[in-house]
């Protein structure tokens, strides 16, 4: 499904394209270079120092589904609803502190957010769909996947094929058809000083 | 210059290419289209519940020149000392709160993060090079653009076209050739659980 982003100009192609859509074709898997591709593109975003402070889980349902349950389960009810066709999860970790010196990076989830997108635009640019979530039980994760207290659950990523149209439900389909919108912009950017 | 991410399978062009120059051609402005597909390319990001925490100031320095050099006061001294040739620098502030409820949004600042990657891969893909910056005075610059206490700074980024390398010192050749680099996918992505 194509809903390209509204915008007083074109925009690079994958940009304009990349979607948050819900509805995966669960019966699609992603190809090793695929997968490849995914995690080179979030390796290559930028970061302060140089930091790379984004680690990534990867489940993948097509070589362990027992695993890909493991990780689902952590999902608020709401998004499980949904995720339970995506091939594909990462969940996103961002490192607390710089490597060259072990002290607070204030530039650690942001530039993890950075990471994410180059991921999510990777998946664009191949074809699938990428959709960050924020509902899940981080606690949990933590816990039953052995993160370290030094870095911070941020995100779970689902990737995979967009379900044809035609397989989905109206309910769906109209929710996956929806218009996209975003503030205007003169309500994000200024000119020389706030407001 | 061409220096594109080392990648095991072919990457997404813009995202291979996208790299953090910092020779910039003192001469060449920025367009007015160009400024608003790089704004319109921020705005398009994805953030959870749609909130788009992101808010920019802009400074151009072929419209307002005395504009420009106040935030470009906010810099570092090694960061002057390569960004006095950048015509176009952003302040990106992170909205601490959820508009819809006023609570701490956590994923604020990795969602600006995602809309400065749009906005760096825009440039690239026009032929312009930007550079996030975190070495800037952040309560300066606060103060100075009427920052309200509820937005966090997160980066400046310059933007603008790259000098021809025969206009280039051999120092700065030199820093500009340099390799990248970054931690191999071993290090960064696991399989099932950490580590």
Same mark, same amino acid.
């Given at each position: ?9 074109? +925009? *690079?192609? &994958? ?29 290559? =975003?930028?970061?302060?120092? @140089?930091?790379?402070? %984004?680690?990534?889980?990867?489940? *993948?349902?097509? /070589? ?11 999902? /608020?009810? @709401?998004? #499980? =609803? ?16 710089? !490597?060259?010196? #072990?002290?607070? *990076? !204030? %530039?650690?989830?942001?530039?993890? $957010? ?9 998946? &664009?640019?191949? @074809?699938?769909?990428?959709?960050? +979530? ?7 994760? !933590? ?5 370290? /207290?030094?870095? &911070? +659950? ?5 990737? $995979? ?5 035609? &397989? ?18 003169? @309500? +994000?950017?200024? /000119? *020389?000083?706030?407001?």
């Amino acid at each position: 499904m194509h809903k390209p982003a509204i915008s007083q100009v074109p +925009l *690079n192609e &994958t940009i304009a394209q990349r979607w948050s859509g819900r509805a995966y074709a669960a019966e699609q898997p992603i190809s090793p270079m695929q997968m490849t591709a995914l995690m080179e593109a979030a390796r290559w =975003a930028p970061s302060c120092f @140089g930091d790379q402070p %984004w680690r990534f889980i990867v489940w *993948n349902k097509a /070589s362990d589904s027992v695993a890909w349950q493991s990780a689902f389960d952590c999902l /608020s009810e @709401g998004n #499980q =609803a949904w995720v339970k066709d995506a091939p594909v999860l990462f969940l996103l970790c961002a490192d607390s502190l710089f !490597r060259h010196n #072990q002290q607070p *990076n !204030r %530039w650690a989830q942001y530039d993890c $957010g950075a990471a994410a997108e180059n991921l999510c635009l990777q998946a &664009t640019s191949m @074809g699938l769909m990428a959709h960050q +979530l924020g509902g899940f039980a981080a606690d949990l994760a !933590r816990e039953k996947f052995n993160v370290p /207290s030094q870095y &911070t +659950l941020m995100s779970m990523i689902s990737v $995979g094929y967009a379900a044809a149209l035609d &397989t989905l439900s109206p309910e769906v389909l109209a929710r996956e058809q929806a218009d996209r919108s975003r503030l205007p912009l003169d @309500g +994000l950017f200024f /000119s *020389n000083h706030w407001g």
